[in-house]
């Protein structure tokens, strides 16, 4: 047995010490090729620094072998050390046959630093000295959509299809084309080729998607369909719940909506999104308690959700429930939206509290001040206030607002007399 296979031995059998004493020996007595080879089996096993030190050993040898270089890049980068691996990769030059594969590895590098415009250049470079090879035009379509460039993603997807080129890197073009256009927003499109792509493999990611383009671009019964046979073949798939629930809200199966909200739940109960639209359901269906509970869940798992807790709050001013209402707008006292701030001023308006209900309707108003409704309460206060001439600008505002309203005109002229 050879000291390379004798260090992966001990390797294997988790003896380091043993396995060290084996790779001092490599170092001294191994051929190149056992070298070389070792360096491959080390970096598998994650003994990085040593498989490195045998490429770079050999590379001192024979500096015009281009593969050690790319070998040892893809560890630098690996290991951090970027820097290193683009001045190994720079050396390879255009003549080589792994230039092509050195330009990919720069492209990466240059992209995980958000140096867009480089990473594009060194794959453009690469198609313009490789033509034919599949994977330079599906790395550029992968940038493009890291960018959200959708539609010149798309553009490389369809080309790699149009040359019969339907499995790129382990991915279906059909189904990366389909990704680019509903990310696009050209959903009907989409579709077209997620089907495709399911007809040929059904993979769970692609039918979610499918299932999200379907609902996205309104057809809802496509959607049903796709995300309870995602659910059957994997109910662990959490995200398709919530889109089942909205589809089946969509076609007026509130009920059903509800059962799949719940049944996600179950599935996955820190789920705070879930929480708050089941909550949301519940409420429509008239199940107030029910819905409380659902919406108070949500909130404790994300307290920033704020669409939670104006529903919530909505439910406790109907309620008349106003010192709840001040603890849950509390809440968001330094992220408060105007509707939240008017709920605010009328709960302190009904617990009397006259001086917080003033400020609150005058930091609402300048986001409100073309609600009618919201003028209405405001001038209101005002009046109870004894602050008639503020009450009637307000007035005034609804009057331009609703010239025929007879009762703005009255309240004008009561209170200026």
Request: hydrophobic share 40%.
């Amino acid at each position: 047995m050879t000291d390379a296979e004798l260090m992966i031995q001990y390797i294997q059998t988790q003896n380091v010490d043993k396995a060290m004493q084996s790779f001092s020996r490599v170092k001294k007595y191994s051929s190149d090729e056992e070298k070389y080879s070792l360096a491959g089996q080390l970096a598998q096993y994650g003994f990085l620094e040593e498989a490195i030190e045998l490429y770079e050993s050999l590379l001192n040898q024979y500096p015009d072998l281009s593969d050690i270089r790319l070998s040892m890049s893809e560890l630098l980068i690996e290991m951090g050390q970027e820097e290193k691996a683009l001045l190994l990769l720079e050396k390879i030059p255009d003549t080589d046959e792994l230039y092509g594969a050195a330009l990919l590895l720069e492209a990466d590098l240059y992209q995980m630093q958000g140096l867009y415009e480089v990473s594009e250049q060194k794959l453009l470079t690469a198609k313009q000295k490789f033509p034919d090879e599949p994977i330079i035009m599906y790395a550029l379509g992968e940038l493009y959509m890291s960018q959200g460039r959708f539609l010149d993603a798309g553009v490389c997807y369809k080309q790699l299809l149009s040359t019969g080129e339907h499995t790129v890197a382990g991915q279906n073009m059909d189904a990366k084309l389909a990704e680019a256009l509903s990310s696009g927003g050209a959903f009907e499109d989409a579709i077209h080729y997620y089907e495709k792509a399911l007809e040929e493999h059904q993979e769970l990611n692609v039918l979610f998607g499918y299932g999200l383009t379907c609902y996205q671009a309104g057809n809802d019964q496509k959607a049903i369909k796709a995300f309870n046979e995602l659910k059957q073949l994997d109910p662990d798939y959490t995200s398709l719940y919530l889109y089942l629930a909205k589809s089946y809200e969509r076609v007026r199966e509130l009920e059903k909506a509800i059962q799949i909200g719940k049944e996600g739940l179950a599935v996955d109960e820190f789920n705070p999104d879930l929480y708050a639209y089941t909550g949301t359901l519940l409420l429509k269906a008239g199940r107030s308690d029910e819905a409380e509970s659902f919406l108070r869940e949500a909130l404790s798992l994300d307290p920033e959700l704020s669409e939670a807790a104006k529903r919530l709050t909505r439910l406790l001013m109907k309620q008349e429930r106003y010192h709840e209402v001040l603890e849950m707008t509390a809440m968001f006292k330094d992220n408060q939206d105007a509707e939240m701030r008017w709920d605010a001023a009328y709960s302190h308006q009904q617990l009397e509290q006259y001086s917080d209900a003033l400020n609150e309707y005058k930091q609402a108003y300048n986001d409100l001040k073309h609600n009618p409704e919201f003028l209405k309460h405001f001038a209101y206060f005002l009046i109870e206030d004894g602050k008639a001439e503020e009450a009637v600008d307000i007035f005034h505002s609804l009057a331009e607002m609703e010239p025929e309203n007879e009762e703005w005109h009255e309240w004008i002229d009561r209170l200026q007399d």
